[in-house]
Structure formats: C-alpha cells, structure tokens
C-alpha cells in the first residue's frame, strides 16, 4: 500500500514514523512539502521521497493524506482533484468538513476526516474518525490503521461530533498543560525547586493518568479512594469546588466546541 502525505510538518511526520516503526516501508511512502528544508529534513530523517508539488506522481498512490493548514486546504484540493481515481483520501486538517472538502474535489467522495491530537508526535494521541457514506469498510480499516501508528482511534458515526472531539482531546492537551502549569506554580511558591516542582507534577499527572486508564475504574470512585475524611486532599478539592472548577472547565470545553462548529463554516466558505 503506497501512502502520500500532502503536508510534511510535525503531524505528518508522527505518521510517517510511526508507519515505518510498525514496518511500513520508506519506499511506499512520500509526501508534497513546499518548503527545501522539510523536504530535506523528511528524507534525512525517514528516508521517504518528497516533492515540492501536487503532480502525476500522487496518482500511484493508494491512499492520499492532506496534513496542511485548513487554511491551504482549498487550493491543495483544487490542485489534486485531477489526480483523483480510486484513492481514499484521509484528511486531519481541522475544521474543514467533509461536504466542502468533497466539493472542492470536484465531487469526490472517498473521504475519511480525522481530529488528531498533538500527543501523535509521541505516538501517544488519541485520533477520532469520520467517514463518508462513499468509504467502504476495507477503507475504513486502513484509515484506522493508519491513525492508530500514532496512538488509540475511535469512530463518530456523526460529523458534528468531531467539534464536540476537538474541544474534548484536541484541545485537550493544552488543558493539561494550563494544570501542569499551576501546580508547578504552587509547588514553587511553597518552596520547591522550579526542577522539583516539574517532575512532581509531570510524573503525578502521568502516573495518574496511566492508573485511570489501566484500572478501568470510574475518575471519580479513584479519587475517592485518594481523599480522606478531613485531609489534605478533601481540602484541596472543597476548595476547587468553591471556585466551581469543575463548572468552569464543563463551560470552557462547550464554547470550544462552539468555536469549532463557527471555524467549520468559516473555512467551508468557498
């Protein structure tokens, strides 16, 4: 199977290595990159073919990947809609919906949408999939396959879902960061090193992740387990709650997701 990447910046490359680090070969895979240095950086670092535009040599292959900017989405579209035969084309440029990305094709129908998130580049993301009416399950397995080089997948059987996706674990990792962020301002101000402060929230938070993850027990019933009548942490928590933390991040991801749903007609517009 013979995968083109239109669109060689950081997602990209997650997918490209993690394509090769589940035995893919380099000589079936390419991509379309403007700029030298990338290309060069892509053949250096995978050993992969690159070109500087969409041309003939896209029309080989079995599944076409377009990892630009919503905002270059259009143009690209335009310029690869002549190449188009049989190829499923997979796109993770946000925003940009199935129908306006099919008409920009021409029509074409073979399309699989897919909101990504930045973890990818650790091949530790998680990847939500739509899919056309058109894509036929064998194409669906391979863009499942795909994605899942760089980390978990699920499916919406609704488009609009992918907004709700976005707002949850697209930007989700900047919600993290932003908590990160605070504890590691807290352990500073009451007296840890800037280091010490960093490892403790990094590992605390990686630590807790892993067990929600593994234990397949509900957040809440472990974080019962953790907070003890009249402690610390029943502390820390009553006071979260009297800044209505919770209610906030609830309100901070449903306009997120609002502003995914605005985006999505904005870009769409031709």
Same mark, same amino acid.
């Given at each position: 199977?013979?995968?083109?990447? +239109?669109?060689?910046?950081?997602?990209?490359?997650?997918? &490209?290595?993690?394509?090769?680090?589940?035995?893919?070969?380099?000589?079936?895979?390419?991509?379309?990159?403007?700029?030298?240095?990338?290309? /060069? %950086?892509?053949?250096?670092?995978?050993?992969?073919?690159?070109?500087?535009?969409?041309?003939?040599?896209?029309?080989?292959?079995? +599944? &076409?990947?377009?990892?630009?900017?919503?905002? %270059?989405?259009?143009?690209? /579209?335009?310029? @690869?809609?002549?190449?188009?035969?049989?190829?499923?084309? &997979?796109?993770?440029? /946000? =925003?940009?919906?199935?129908?306006?990305?099919?008409?920009?094709?021409?029509?074409? /129908?073979?399309?699989?949408?897919?909101?990504?998130?930045?973890? *990818?580049?650790?091949?530790?993301?998680?990847?939500?999939?739509?899919? *056309?009416?058109?894509?036929?399950?064998?194409?669906?397995?391979?863009?499942?396959?795909?994605?899942?080089?760089?980390?978990?997948?699920?499916?919406?059987?609704?488009?609009?879902?992918?907004?709700?996706?976005?707002? +949850?674990?697209?930007?989700?990792?900047?919600?993290?960061?932003?908590?990160?962020?605070?504890?590691?301002?807290?352990?500073?101000?009451?007296?840890?090193?800037?280091?010490?402060?960093?490892?403790?929230?990094?590992?605390?938070?990686?630590?807790?992740?892993?067990?929600?993850?593994?234990?397949?027990?509900?957040?809440? @019933?472990?974080?019962?387990?953790?907070?003890?009548?009249?402690?610390?942490?029943?502390?820390?928590? %009553?006071?979260?709650?009297?800044?209505?933390?919770?209610? @906030? +991040?609830?309100?901070?991801?449903?306009?997120?997701?609002?502003?995914?749903?605005?985006? =999505?007609?904005?870009?769409?517009?031709?």
């Amino acid at each position: 199977m013979k995968i083109a990447f +239109v669109g060689g910046g950081n997602m990209a490359s997650a997918l &490209i290595g993690g394509l090769l680090q589940k035995g893919y070969a380099a000589a079936d895979l390419s991509a379309v990159e403007v700029e030298p240095a990338a290309r /060069a %950086q892509l053949l250096s670092r995978f050993g992969v073919s690159s070109y500087a535009a969409v041309d003939g040599e896209i029309a080989g292959s079995d +599944v &076409i990947v377009l990892a630009v900017k919503p905002q %270059q989405l259009r143009a690209v /579209a335009q310029a @690869l809609r002549s190449f188009l035969a049989s190829q499923l084309v &997979i796109s993770i440029a /946000a =925003g940009i919906r199935s129908a306006d990305l099919s008409r920009w094709l021409g029509g074409y /129908a073979h399309l699989v949408r897919v909101m990504p998130n930045t973890p *990818a580049l650790v091949l530790a993301g998680v990847s939500a999939l739509y899919a *056309a009416a058109a894509v036929t399950d064998a194409e669906r397995r391979v863009a499942e396959q795909i994605l899942g080089t760089v980390g978990a997948t699920l499916w919406v059987e609704r488009e609009e879902l992918l907004d709700a996706v976005t707002a +949850v674990s697209g930007s989700g990792p900047a919600y993290v960061f932003y908590f990160i962020e605070a504890l590691e301002k807290a352990g500073c101000e009451l007296g840890l090193s800037a280091a010490q402060a960093r490892l403790l929230s990094l590992e605390t938070f990686h630590g807790a992740t892993r067990l929600a993850r593994d234990s397949g027990e509900e957040p809440a @019933l472990l974080r019962a387990r953790v907070t003890s009548k009249g402690g610390t942490t029943e502390c820390a928590l %009553q006071s979260m709650e009297r800044g209505q933390v919770k209610a @906030l +991040v609830v309100e901070a991801v449903r306009e997120a997701a609002e502003r995914s749903r605005q985006l =999505g007609d904005e870009l769409g517009q031709d």
